[in-house]
Nanobody, 128 residues
Framework: QVHVVESGGGLVQAGESLRLSCVVSGFTFTETCLAWFRQAPGKEREGVAA????????YRSGSVEGRFTVSQDKERNTVYLQMNSLNTEDSAMYYCAVDTLRRPCGTSWGTIGRFSSWGKGTQVTVSS
């Protein structure tokens, strides 16, 4: 019943920016962990950033700190990932994940198993 749709990916040059959007239907952002993961060919899926919906606490991986920002629009049931200063290492399929259990992100924000609803992904390709 929960439907997750990402958008905003594309092909950009190193140093440019992109803003990804994730629209969630059938679920409200109440005491929920909303996260962005990415997976490049031949690599494991990794957590990029997350936000606890109730109070907006955010988390991000060290590799994107200072460059990526996760935010939300509760009225639109949308999660965003603003990606600045993109480099080739950021090239991957980006997925939006929703933990349908009513709990904040906490230290397990990057744990794949806790998220029950996923989007199909949006491709981000950064060229040098």
């Amino acid at each position: 019943q929960v439907h997750v749709v990402e958008s905003g990916g594309g092909l950009v040059q190193a140093g440019e920016s992109l803003r990804l959007s994730c629209v969630v239907s059938g679920f409200t952002f109440t005491e929920t962990c909303l996260a962005w993961f990415r997976q490049a060919p031949g690599k494991e899926r990794e957590g990029v950033a997350a936000i606890s919906s109730r109070y907006g606490a955010t988390y991000r991986s060290g590799s994107v700190e200072g460059r990526f920002t996760v935010s939300q629009d509760k009225e639109r049931n949308t999660v965003y990932l603003q990606m600045n200063s993109l480099n080739t290492e950021d090239s991957a399929m980006y997925y939006c994940a929703v933990d349908t259990l009513r709990r904040p992100c906490g230290t397990s924000w990057g744990t794949i198993g806790r998220f029950s609803s996923w989007g199909k992904g949006t491709q981000v390709t950064v060229s040098s």
